[in-house]
């Protein structure tokens, strides 16, 4: 009868982890279909003439929950607000949220999480964070100015970072229109993060 019991709460584990994987997994491709629907749609997409027309969808890395890690967060107290500079040659104003820090290839790693001074007095985007970062695909199969990674303010001391669901900037596909942030040195990875959106450089720039 014991052996029996055991069986069963680890059958029942078993089938708890999966869903919540299945979920998870689940989550990134909505993301991945929803970011498709946003390029496709003329009111919402960077893309501009040919490159808008001609767009299918965006080449992805293989979904890996290897790259969905759960961070230690530490809250910057008493941050300065500061101007990070753009691909335009302008600033935006932003503050520093916290610290993202994990373990990832072996390696010890921290990413810095910002918040937008003019988001955050608007209701809808009041706990939006915003983590631009560079790591070793960037030139070769991600674009070379990094990728962006949007998070909502954690309630805890831990974050989860997933970057399955990171992205290029507006930038990357249109870089007459659009002002995108650069990413500061300390947010560049000295790992390759095979996650999130691929680029193909298709776009002339």
């Known amino acids: 009868m014991r052996s029996l019991i055991v069986i069963l709460l680890f059958t029942l584990l078993n089938s708890c982890g999966s869903q919540s994987q299945s979920k998870i997994i689940s989550d990134i491709k909505k993301f991945q279909s929803d970011l498709n629907a946003e390029y496709k749609n003329p009111k919402e997409s960077p893309l501009r003439g040919d490159n808008l027309t001609n767009f299918k969808q965006h080449p992805f890395f293989p979904i890996n929950l290897k790259y969905r890690v759960t961070a230690k967060f530490i809250k910057t107290e008493n941050a300065i607000p500061f101007e990070l500079p753009t691909s335009s040659g302008k600033t935006k104003s932003y503050r520093e949220y916290g610290k993202a820090e994990f373990m990832l290839d072996g390696k010890e790693l921290s990413l810095t999480l910002y918040q937008s ?59 007459y229109d659009y002002n995108c942030p650069i990413v500061p040195v300390e947010n560049i990875l000295p790992v390759r993060i095979e996650a999130g959106v691929k680029y193909e450089d298709i776009y002339h720039h």
């Open 117 to 175: 001074l003019s988001l955050m007095t608007d209701p809808k985007y009041k706990d939006f964070l915003f983590l631009p970062f560079r790591d070793a695909t960037n030139e070769i199969e991600t674009y070379g100015g990094g990728k962006y990674m949007d998070l909502k303010i954690p309630q805890g001391n831990q974050i989860v970072l997933d970057f399955n669901k990171s992205y290029q900037p507006y930038c990357a596909y249109n870089a």
